[in-house]
């Protein structure tokens, strides 16, 4: 996270050198509608947990966690409003980009006996698809410069899927295999900052950063085939997948706005 605040702060420097380079004798108009497009990075961080779900048996002998920060190209659109007053800038922004999901896959080895002992070969695809965010913007207008603070909510949607199969010890193929897909929308809140730049009077240029925190998703993973179905049904087996999650995400973006001369 260090690396990308500091290519930010690297990237305002630089818009702040150009824009104290131009005229200042007028103010750039940023009030009013805007429409945008943007692009950059996202780092997701997606936590997966798959547990059995059986009374009587001990968690802690079978828990995995794993949050792997997994990098991706994102882009996306965004429409606001601005009111400018006296210098001070209060805007309402909402916004929507995509993103490439990310799959893992976990091999748990288990001799117990609450559930039947053998190899659990777990795959998923747990990061969310793409996230939007409804966003205050709070900042000062100085010349074609408009530093911002920003936050608010956030909310992330995709297809999450769980593939589980078993292999009895001393066997070579599944004999047993758990399914389940959905589509998953969450909700979570958002911060960030970021510095806009005023090209033309209809056009300006940005770059931001938001930080998004996303809750718990659970699924409980039921549908079984295969002829060891009938081992897990005999000691009512099922398996729970939790998956949470929160996205740094730096990005570029352009402006059209509609109340320019």
Not at 3 to 15: D, E, K, P, T, V
Not at 37 to 53: L, Q, S
Request: aromatic content about 14%; charged content about 10%; glycine content about 14%.
């Amino acid at each position: 996270m260090k690396q990308r605040i500091a290519a930010l702060l690297i990237a305002i420097g630089a818009l702040t050198s150009t824009a104290f380079g131009q005229d200042s004798s007028t103010t750039f108009p940023f009030g009013g509608p805007y429409l945008g497009a943007n692009f950059g990075g996202v780092w997701n961080r997606t936590c997966a947990n798959w547990t059995p779900y059986v009374a009587g048996f001990t968690v802690q002998d079978w828990i995995y966690s794993k949050c792997p920060n997994n990098n991706a190209f994102t882009g996306g659109v965004t429409l606001g409003y601005n009111i400018v007053a006296s210098g001070a800038m209060l805007g309402l922004e909402a916004d929507y980009n995509g993103w490439s999901s990310t799959s893992k896959t976990h091999v748990v080895d288990y001799t117990g006996a609450a559930v039947p002992p053998g190899t659990y070969n777990f795959y998923g695809k747990t990061s969310p698809n793409g996230g939007g965010t409804v966003r205050l913007r709070l900042g000062f207008v100085a010349d074609h410069l408009m530093p911002y603070v920003t936050g608010g909510l956030a909310y992330a949607s995709g297809s999450p899927s769980t593939t589980i199969a078993y292999t009895p010890i001393g066997g070579t193929t599944p004999t047993a295999t758990f399914a389940a897909t959905r589509t998953v929308n969450t909700s979570g809140w958002t911060a960030g900052g970021g510095l806009e730049y005023g090209i033309t009077p209809h056009f300006s240029m940005k770059v931001e950063y938001l930080y998004m925190q996303f809750g718990h998703t659970h699924r409980h993973v039921t549908s079984c085939g295969g002829a060891s179905c009938s081992e897990f049904v005999a000691v009512n087996t099922n398996f729970t997948s939790s998956n949470s999650g929160a996205v740094d995400m730096f990005r570029v973006g352009f402006n059209y706005l509609f109340a320019g001369p």
